[in-house]
């Protein structure tokens, strides 16, 4: 069955530190991979997205995920923390067009951040 | 950039009421999904539309329903409210091409009392 883990339910970073969000799925096919940001009671943005070549790739807001293939994996890592990255993280994936194509989201991690 | 607007942003309704929520893609996007978002919980595919038929279901009640008409919105009619219908109802819209990206709406928070 194709689903989304992430371990972490709920994270707290001081800022200025690093951070990485844990994300493993599981996908018979070949996967399109998603981390979209859910700040409280607002919808959700896209950071960044895989499709294929460069298993390292940038998003916005300094955001950043690799994809490893070897491990199912595509975690999500900023190397310094801002409080205003305080929110709800999802990772998703989903397939090639057709009736692939809804997303299929984890259980989020909530982030937070101390001063 | 335009993104995709969904009204309205709040709605209260009783149990037992019907309710319409109406979707309007970012222009050129001839995809339009319905998420459901209940409180503390991960979005869940509701349904979508590609050129105006239905593409793929998901955990949508019998009680609901939805189209996309000829301009590509959407409409998601909700009958028969019940209180575990209370929560936040997404619409995305992407371009079916090679790199599907699904764009969300601000959602609408619908509460039924």
């Known amino acids: 069955a194709q689903s989304v883990t992430q371990p972490d339910i709920h994270i707290t970073v001081s800022e200025g530190a690093s951070l990485e969000l844990r994300c493993n799925y599981s996908?018979?096919?070949?996967?399109?991979l998603f981390w979209y940001v859910q700040s409280p009671g607002q919808g959700l943005q896209l950071l960044l997205k895989?499709?294929?070549?460069?298993?390292l790739v940038q998003g916005i807001k300094g955001f950043e995920a690799e994809f490893k293939r070897s491990q199912s994996s595509f975690n999500l890592r900023k190397p310094s923390v801002h409080w205003s990255d305080a929110a709800e993280y999802f990772c998703?994936?989903?397939?090639?067009?057709?009736?692939?194509?809804?997303?299929?989201f984890g259980k989020g991690t909530k982030l937070s951040v101390k001063p | 950039a335009a993104g995709v607007i969904q009204s309205p942003r709040h709605l209260i309704k009783e149990k037992r009421e019907t309710a319409t929520l109406k979707c309007y893609p970012i222009?050129?996007?001839?995809?339009v999904y319905w998420y459901q978002q209940g409180p503390g919980q991960d979005p869940q595919f509701l349904i979508s539309?590609?050129?105006?038929?239905?593409?793929d279901k998901g955990s949508i009640p019998d009680r609901f329903s939805a189209q996309q008409f000829s301009d590509y919105h959407s409409e998601l009619n909700m009958s028969s409210l019940e209180l575990g219908d209370s929560a936040l109802y997404f619409c995305?819209?992407?371009?079916?091409?090679?790199?599907?990206?699904?764009?969300f709406g601000p959602g609408t928070r619908l509460l039924v009392l």
């Open positions: 539309f590609y050129e105006k038929m239905q593409s």
């Open positions: 222009p050129r996007h001839d995809t």
């Open positions: 895989y499709f294929s070549g460069d298993t």
């Open positions: 996908y018979g096919a070949t996967p399109y």
């Open positions: 998703a994936v989903t397939g090639y067009g057709g009736s692939q194509g809804n997303l299929i």
């Open positions: 995305a819209s992407s371009l079916r091409d090679r790199e599907e990206t699904q764009y």
